[in-house]
């Protein structure tokens, strides 16, 4: 009997102490093996906050977020970029990415958004009823509601961790303490600082630097072009596009508003145009073929990377609504009709409907318009060129200069575009600029022609360097130029003569022509336009000097009128666009062939070989002197000397 009770008491005593120790030992149970979408099918639930109803989350609904999500949790990648438009579930994905890491691989996070307040209303709207409707993350994040609790709007702490939501402008949140995880959401409208301390996603990465297990993400839907960070990240990376393929040809390509048709019907509700659509489908690249909606949301589909090893360990994906469950081609092209003839709208379809950049032009042409537009030439000079000028923009480190040729009517082709490194105030890139400006530059045929005159912009800190160089080129026709803005200034007016200065000892004169820049950039956008060959159309050679580089300075800026200003319409730089010398040298260049005015008949008389006609006798008559001594009297001289060597040397031809 006593041994059966010593029994009984053994059996208790174990039992209380496995209950003792049954917490203990569950802390000390190793997480499962699962990926971040094995997790979420498994533990995630959607709030009704986030969602039409509470329910699971299921990633075979969204089937593009699933490489994304397990992405995460491979240890050959460090940094995840997603490019995104709306509606396709970013937030969802980052959302479990941080559940997962709460639950399965604790660590600290730093959850950056664009502004504070921004970070305040995506805990309360999005991560705090995470935590309220997961039962796993319910168990590990500290109760809100309890005295002394660390869980508050901006901190979420966990067994192992503390999740911290900021600013993208609180230096001090993203300077200190070790962190292993990092997410930045909607990382275009970011602050470029963080205070006065530099770039808000690299003082954050610093705070990785002491874990080999580090992990970040940064997601955001684009935005403008040449000027969004997250398209510069994703370049960084894989760069994955996600495509669908062809029920036609079984050909993979990435659905975009290109490949859309639509047939539609017009109104007028209330003097605004309306429009109904009538029909929608897409047109397969590859084949032509023609699909519905329906039929390529079901097709198979996958990421495809046009950078599969990058060398830094970045997964970078690129993503459309075009393929979201929630968002039909209907509602997007709706959009777009809507936004018609409204800039502002139809950036914001652009950016979060089609997962494009936006580049706002008005009427202009585009980059890829003009790249596209570049043609062979048979020699340096195609038939047509009659003249040639010169265009040079001054930097602290550099000369950039174009060559430009010049025919009848205004049209022009563009002839050499380089950059001579090096200070201006140093012979050698003075030389340099010399073999450019003396090269003859030749037709198919063998004749050619000569730099005609050259205008060298006197801006920046070396004015008094390129007044003196210019002075002394200047019966080689090189003469300095000063550009002022406004739109009642002229294109070109009569040169002045400036003191040169060398410290503050008066060394020399030079005659310094001055441009009305407006005037000169209106005139090149407005050829731009030109779409025929002929008059006033803009030539450019299919070569590396005329690549996407050049045609994004060419078209840096854009005309715009502010009501508040003194001068209302005034040219300002596109985002994205700060290098704006391409349009600076052909400003100069048009410039200086406008203060030229050539004779084009003669010259292209002399080019064919034509006899001159002979000039008329003419009756004398007295003209009014110019002042002798005048600043143009003098430059007119000098006009009057090199265009006699010009007519010889073209006499040879």
Request: positive net charge.
């Amino acid at each position: 009997m006593k041994k059966e009770s010593a029994v009984t008491d053994n059996a208790v005593e174990v039992a209380r102490l496995n209950a003792a120790i049954r917490a203990a030992v569950r802390g000390m149970k190793p997480p499962e093996q699962l990926t971040v979408s094995e997790w979420a099918d498994k533990k995630r639930v959607l709030s009704p906050e986030s969602n039409a109803a509470k329910t699971r989350w299921r990633t075979s609904r969204t089937p593009y977020l699933k490489e994304i999500l397990d992405a995460f949790t491979d240890p050959r990648v460090r940094h995840i970029v997603f490019v995104s438009a709306s509606q396709v579930g970013k937030s969802e994905c980052i959302n479990n990415m941080i559940g997962y890491i709460i639950d399965q691989d604790p660590g600290s996070i730093l959850f950056v958004q664009p502004t504070t307040i921004d970070a305040k209303e995506y805990s309360k709207l999005r991560i705090a009823p995470m935590i309220r409707d997961c039962p796993t993350l319910r168990r590990k994040v500290a109760d809100p509601k309890s005295r002394d609790s660390a869980n508050t709007i901006t901190q979420k702490s966990y067994p192992g961790g503390i999740l911290t939501l900021c600013g993208s402008q609180e230096a001090h949140a993203l300077a200190s303490k070790p962190i292993r995880y990092i997410f930045g959401d909607e990382r275009d409208r970011w602050a470029v600082s963080a205070g006065k301390e530099g770039d808000p996603w690299k003082l954050a990465e610093r705070r990785q630097t002491t874990f080999y297990n580090a992990k970040s993400v940064e997601v955001s839907t684009p935005t403008i072009k040449g000027a969004s960070a997250i398209a510069d990240a994703f370049a960084e990376g894989t760069m994955e596009r996600y495509k669908t393929m062809c029920p036609h040809c079984g050909g993979y390509n990435e659905i975009n508003f290109n490949d859309i048709r639509f047939e539609k019907t017009e109104s007028r509700v209330a003097g605004k145009k309306r429009y109904k659509i009538t029909s929608i489908y897409y047109i397969c690249p590859s084949c032509g073929g023609v699909s519905t909606e329906r039929e390529m949301k079901r097709q198979p589909c996958r990421w495809e990377a046009e950078n599969p090893e990058p060398a830094n360990r970045t997964r970078s994906f690129w993503l459309s609504a075009f393929v979201s469950p929630w968002t039909t081609w209907e509602y997007i092209v709706q959009e777009y009709l809507d936004a018609l003839g409204d800039a502002n709208k139809l950036q914001v379809v652009y950016n979060t409907l089609f997962g494009w950049l936006w580049e706002n032009r008005g009427d202009i042409a585009n980059e890829d318009e003009l790249l596209s537009r570049r043609e062979d030439y048979p020699a340096e000079l195609p038939d047509g060129v009659l003249c040639l000028t010169m265009g040079v923009d001054t930097q602290d480190d550099r000369l950039e200069y174009e060559v430009v040729g010049y025919g009848h009517f205004g049209e022009s082709w563009g002839i050499r575009k380089g950059v001579i490194m090096g200070r201006p105030d140093t012979d050698a890139v003075w030389q340099a600029l010399d073999d450019v400006r003396e090269t003859v530059y030749r037709f198919a045929n063998g004749k050619g022609l000569p730099i005609s005159l050259t205008f060298v912009d006197e801006g920046g800190h070396f004015t008094m360097e390129v007044r003196k160089r210019c002075a002394d080129r200047r019966y080689k026709m090189v003469f300095a130029v000063k550009g002022r803005g406004g739109s009642d200034i002229p294109y070109i007016s009569p040169p002045r003569v400036q003191k040169i200065m060398a410290g503050d000892k008066h060394v020399g004169n030079c005659q310094v022509f001055e441009i009305g820049v407006d005037a000169g950039k209106s005139k090149i956008m407005h050829s731009l336009k030109v779409q025929t060959p002929g008059a006033n159309y803009c030539h450019f050679p299919r070569r590396d000097d005329y690549e996407s580089t050049y045609f994004n300075g060419l078209l840096s800026e854009r005309y715009v009128y502010d009501p508040k200003k003194k001068h209302p319409w005034f040219w300002e730089k596109i985002e994205g666009h700060e290098r704006n010398e391409p349009l600076d040298c052909r400003n100069y260049a048009n410039a200086a062939c406008a203060a030229l005015s050539p004779n084009l008949d003669a010259i292209e008389r002399r080019l064919k070989g034509l006899e001159q006609p002979k000039p008329e006798q003419k009756k004398s008559s007295t003209k009014p002197a110019l002042r002798k001594g005048s600043a143009f009297d003098r430059a007119a001289d000098a006009f009057d000397k090199s265009s006699d060597a010009f007519d010889k040397y073209y006499s040879k031809f």
